[in-house]
DNA sequence: TATCATGTTCCATATAGTGGAACAAAATTT
DNA sequence: AAATTTTGTTCCACTATATGGAACATGATA
């Protein structure tokens, strides 16, 4: 994971865009934050690029089918990134060595479960284990959120060292998503310590209204890479009890998938 | 979709790489299509770079996130890809508007669903509904596979008009994955005929053994954008019978998504 | 038809990528 | 332990590529 801070911001996102590939991928980043297909001058107007310029950046990444045109001539992320992402995240080795982990913990609560991996300050979801009896909501995988209000955040922060920690912290800019949500880097502090602990996390309702869920850390052996599973619920089924009660079985399977990822990194391929 | 050929292979892939650009996207496929971590090394005897350029060109890669380094400095695809290719997915309209419907075909089949899109000569699966009973096996959201041989991409060549599909044919390796794979042109052409006059497609095992499907074709109203659906089974619990029986369900589930699409794209937006 | 907004092409210039070679660091052999 | 090979990183003159202003299209609106 990146330590470095300069040009970088807290959400782990680049600042200054360097070199051709930089302005390109922050090109992709504006079209696929955009909650619809692009008309060239949406663009042109978020971008300060000259026309010209723009203009030849766009085809070329229509070329290279990262973005695709639809029939009124706007943009949108293409389906080459779907392709590309699917590999790498079949092929990853930490989601599939967690995986039936992820099934088990299922299995027991009934409610969905969640791997997320710690990137800068945010936390992306590499994996979800659904609720059968839940509609199928919007699918979380790929997904970034901030760390310090979600449980699998929090959970993976609190297995940070302190120095590490500070540095993370250092630039997020806390957004109150609700009222439960941590206000400032005290309370997320204090909330983290908290966790260390007991060992896990809770979120309730601190990013979304109405969800709640339990945390546990994993730590790669070599504290690489930081990350965390959940049991995430509805609060009005879920209750803290519930939460409370599932605690000890979100730990225990944040550690086997510990267990599991030093086995498998051990004879060393 | 792209009808230019000219270094376009059958495939859908780019042949000559041009440009800054094509140079850094073929490297991102070099390492998305290894199926693990990959050594400098490695990468250098893959792609016919120079040392020093390959090194600088990874470590761009590197610093937006497209790819990551572990510990041991091997390189591998970044969950950057994960988030942009999620989000580009979260919003797809087709995907959104054919989901329900979808849903709605896996509950009467109890079978696997799959929705995909033609692109050059191959599909790529956009979103699947899957069985309660079967064990959660290897996502197939995001993966390409070659139109001759899935239910899916023969639905969806059957509604390209003579010309088009001529060219998409072309340039088609045919490759044979099992004994009942179409092994040429002529093959495919007259099956494709077939499909076209009763209006539905099977791939009774011809991608790989033991995995059936009946599949519809979705025409977008413009004919710009050519999908399919499909109802995929294994062979000792999917007839023949009742792919047959299904037929009339999928062709009618496919209308329904065509229609919604019409809806929802009428009030131009 | 005239006008304005939008999208595309061109080309001299500036910039960023290139690649050979030299350097550094491991891993392996002697 | 020294020598050698294999692997990874840095440097810099050179050149291919991106740049952006302006001119050219196209299409919508008045």
């Known amino acids: 994971m990146d330590l470095n801070t300069e040009g970088v911001k807290a959400n782990g996102r680049r600042d200054r865009e360097t070199g051709t590939l930089g302005k390109l991928v922050a090109l992709l980043d504006l079209v696929a934050l955009a909650d619809g297909p692009m008309r060239f001058t949406d663009i042109l107007s978020l971008s300060d690029q000259p026309r010209g310029t723009l203009h030849r950046q766009l085809s070329h990444l229509v070329e290279e089918g990262l973005l695709e045109v639809d029939r009124g001539g706007r943009y949108l992320i293409g389906l080459r990134l779907l392709t590309l992402a699917s590999r790498s995240w079949a092929r990853n080795e930490f989601r599939s060595v967690a995986e ?9 609560t009934c409610e969905t479960v969640h791997l997320g991996v710690l990137h800068g300050a945010e936390v992306i979801y590499l994996d979800k284990v659904e609720g059968r009896q839940s509609i199928r909501m919007y699918s979380q995988i790929g997904n970034a959120s901030p760390a310090y209000c979600t449980g699998v955040g929090k959970a993976a922060l609190s297995a940070l060292d302190d120095a590490d920690l500070a540095i993370r912290i250092a630039g997020i800019g806390f957004h109150p998503y609700t009222e439960q949500t941590l206000r400032n880097a005290g309370e997320l502090l204090s909330d983290i310590s908290e966790v260390r602990r007991r060992g896990y996390a809770f979120d309730l309702e601190e990013h979304e209204r109405g969800i709640c869920c339990v945390a546990a850390p994993i730590r790669s052996d070599d504290g ?23 605690a000890p079985l979100v730990v225990a399977a944040a550690d086997s998938i510990m267990m599991d990822m030093r086995n498998r990194m051990g004879p060393k391929r």
């Open 100 to 108: 039936p982990h992820l099934q088990r913990l299922h299995d027991v």
């Open 224 to 246: 690489h890479m930081l990350a965390g599973i959940s049991v995430t619920g509805p609060a009005y089924r879920v209750t803290p009890q519930s939460l409370q009660a599932w």
